[in-house]
């Protein structure tokens, strides 16, 4: 059971444009909500994430929507850059007496055309 | 200390062979987890130590695999028995004590390919 989703597989965008990556999640536990980029071969860097009481968070040209009532989130990348082509996961913990687990959707393959 | 580091970084195995992974998080990190990325699909997760203590396994785990974290310092994670099905990216990661919200910040992972 996939509880957080990325519809889209891909997106390109061209460059100085804006690029919004959506995620979408099933579980109300949900109260973390993070974004994590990935170049091939490498390990998921973390870019940004964003707490359940709030409904943004903005750091530089990344900012990080939330919408609790339709359980979806989205990144907006403004203005894109061709360094920011890469698989863009979103990922999601819960509170747990264990700590956190997160749970990530499939990705998003950006593509930023120069 | 830059980072989580993971070793070997590829790993090719022969089907019914045992191979384990290492993983060295980051120093004050006392929370430590392993994934696993097949193609196309995000990071599944494995399992979970707070210090030493392994907390959390998923039913992904099977019986042919285990982790261990001795000291709650590094950790292992030992697939007995390779399985084509195996096959995958190997992730770790680690994040501090303190606030349950908090990012994970992974190793650069072991790609295993069982022949």
């Known amino acids: 059971d996939q509880q957080v989703k990325q519809n889209s597989p891909s997106l390109s965008v061209q460059e100085g444009r804006i690029s919004i990556l959506n995620c979408d999640y099933t579980n109300s536990m949900f109260d973390y909500f993070l974004w994590y980029k990935k170049y091939p071969a490498e390990g998921p860097t973390f870019l940004i994430s964003i707490s359940s009481i709030k409904d943004k968070n903005e750091d530089g040209r990344f900012t990080v929507f939330l919408n609790k009532s339709a359980k979806h989130l989205s990144l907006h990348i403004v203005p894109s850059q061709p360094g920011d082509s890469a698989v863009y996961f979103c990922?999601?913990?819960?509170?747990?007496?264990?700590?956190?687990?997160?749970?990530f959707g499939t990705g998003t393959s950006l593509t930023v055309i120069p | 200390d830059t980072g989580v580091s993971q070793d070997p970084r590829h790993k090719i195995t022969k089907r019914g062979q045992n191979v384990t992974f290492r993983c060295d998080p980051i120093?004050?990190?006392?929370?430590l987890y392993w994934y696993r990325q097949t193609l196309g699909q995000g990071p599944e997760f494995l399992t979970y130590?707070?210090?030493?203590?392994?907390?959390?396994k998923s039913r992904l785990l099977s019986d042919r695999f285990s982790a261990e974290r001795p000291k709650g310092s590094f950790s292992t994670l030992e697939i007995q028995r390779t399985e084509q099905g195996d096959s995958a990216m190997y992730l770790c990661?680690?994040?501090?004590?303190?606030?349950?919200?908090?990012?994970?910040?992974f190793g650069q992972g072991t790609r295993l390919t069982v022949v």
């Open positions: 130590f707070q210090n030493e203590a392994q907390l959390e």
């Open positions: 120093s004050e990190h006392n929370r």
């Open positions: 990661a680690s994040s501090p004590w303190g606030s349950q919200n908090t990012e994970a910040f």
């Open positions: 990922a999601a913990s819960r509170p747990d007496y264990t700590g956190n687990q997160f749970y």
